[in-house]
């Protein structure tokens, strides 16, 4: 799904865009499509994260009849969280039970940002593997050859270097905690 109206998180599209490399214009990815990546990698990281953040997709939220107040229904352990005035279909929102956050007006706290990023390039480079998938082909018919695999091994090259990254992010993140750092 491509999510064509900005969201609380735009402000990360221009970080997001030069890590993905997409820096010359005309760029490859649209705002939206970025947009569509970066809260997909957010889905990606709530249950490594215990949900510290949400996506508000339209079937998780839900009206109080008595007071229409309006909350996002998550995880079934994490229950329902109170969305405040203001917060749209699509922003994320920080778990209110949650006791890591500061007090920033931003979506994303600040120490948040790359992991964050480095998520929706994981979301991105499957998305562009998947949709090259036929793409990837190989032929010769005896004069003339073709092939564009190593097209492939390096996209399959950029999403492991971003897994990797991702994954030695929350190593160190875990071994710093288990050191009292």
Known sequence: MIIQTPTNIDYLIPQ????LGDTQTPYQFDDSILRSFLLQGIVLLQR???YRYAVCMPDMITVDPTTNERYLAIHQHQGLW???SGVATYDVVRNPFH???DQSSLPISQEDV???LLAGVVVARQSQLA???TDF???????FSFSNVASQRALVELLNHATNEL??????RLANARLGL
């Open 16 to 19: 997001f865009r030069i890590l």
């Open 48 to 50: 490594r994260w215990r």
């Open 82 to 84: 109170y969305l405040p």
């Open 99 to 101: 006791d890591f956050f």
């Open 114 to 116: 790359y992991p964050v």
């Open 131 to 133: 949709s090259s998938a």
């Open 137 to 143: 082909q190989t032929w010769s018919d005896g004069s």
């Open 167 to 172: 994954n030695k992010y929350f190593a160190l």
